[in-house]
């Protein structure tokens, strides 16, 4: 069964960049897809963007190029960064495998257990 | 970018079936998964494609669309069911890449 963990600072000044990493096992992740989803306290969910092995990223249009989303292959990890924090990026902060297709249908199947992270001085 | 719209909260009686929908123009195009969140934890797939269930998942969850809307089924709604439901599939505008959620159905077992 895959699992994935997310690793990182659970407090970010704001202006700074926020950094955090995903450790998979059980899978190779020179394979699926692999993204960051958030969740603001007391809110919904919101994708932020996803990954392929070969490096291949989308990013949500509206985190306005503050995103950038790495892979590394031999540690079996993909990590997130976000630019100039403020407030308003504080939200439990989830990696997630994408599987599936067009014909079948796609979905974030396995998630990890999320981590917490809140921008303050 | 599209939005994926869902009643806010719905209830149901212990044993009954509910309906939770999730509305969207990205829904014509793609399908629709739905994931199950229990209060502290991260959410779980529990519907995808025509009406896909993961392993582990109760056949009591069942999920199809009609047009631009979304359904998720729960027949014979127990206890363990209450949770947040979201929704999701791919945006339909743009380059169709990105992502969109809903923003949650709170579903009360009464």
Redesign the interface.
Known sequence: QVQLQESGPGLVKPSETLSLTCTVSYDSISSNYW?W?RQPPGK????LG?IYYSGTT?Y???LNNRITISVDTSKNQFSLKLSSVTAADTAVY?CARLV?S?V???????????TMVTVSS | ?SELTQDPAVSVALGQTVRITCQGDSLRN??G?W?QQKPG?????VI???N?R?SGIPDRFSGSTSGTTASLTITGAQAEDEADY?C?S?DSS??H????????TKLTVL
């Open positions: 993204s989803i919904g969910l919101e994708y996803y989308n949500n249009p509206s989830y599936g067009l079948f249908g796609e979905a974030f199947d396995m998630w990890g257990q999320g | 970018s793609y399908y998964s994931y934890q991260a959410p779980i797939l995808y494609g025509k896909n993961p979201y999701s791919r743009g380059n890449l990105n992502w969109v959620f809903g923003g949650g």
